[in-house]
């Protein structure tokens, strides 16, 4: 799929199945009334820690960097990732829509 058809929503939990169902739904509506375009599929992945999940949404057309990330804003997008994806999207990033991973670090005294 092509990087600019394709918005990225990271959820911080697991909500229960209904949930998604409906979140699903509003996925739908709020796509169509911002942009006109399509939804061909959705696809929910658990995030890599298995604390969360990762929403891929793959549009019919293509849209601006920005209106994606507004979308995802809109669509409950973490808001570290919204803000570093704006950041990077100011700065003239093209490669910005990343699911982040968090790694741990060990802390060694000098």
Do not use: A
Not at 10 to 29: A, F, G, Q, S, V
Not at 40 to 61: A, M, N, P, Q, T
Not at 78 to 95: A, E
């Amino acid at each position: 799929m092509e990087e600019n058809k394709t918005l990225k929503v990271d959820m911080d939990w697991i909500p229960p199945r209904n949930y998604i169902l409906l979140y699903k739904l509003l996925i739908h509506k709020v796509v169509e009334w911002f942009s006109k375009v399509k939804i061909e599929k959705i696809r929910v992945y658990k995030s890599r820690s298995g604390e969360g999940l990762h929403f891929y949404i793959y549009l019919d057309k293509s849209l601006e960097d920005e209106e994606r990330l507004i979308l995802q804003f809109l669509l409950g997008d973490d808001r570290n990732r919204c803000k570093l994806n704006w950041q990077s999207i100011q700065i003239g990033m093209n490669d910005w829509n990343k699911f982040y991973r968090y790694y741990e670090y060990k802390l060694v005294k000098i």
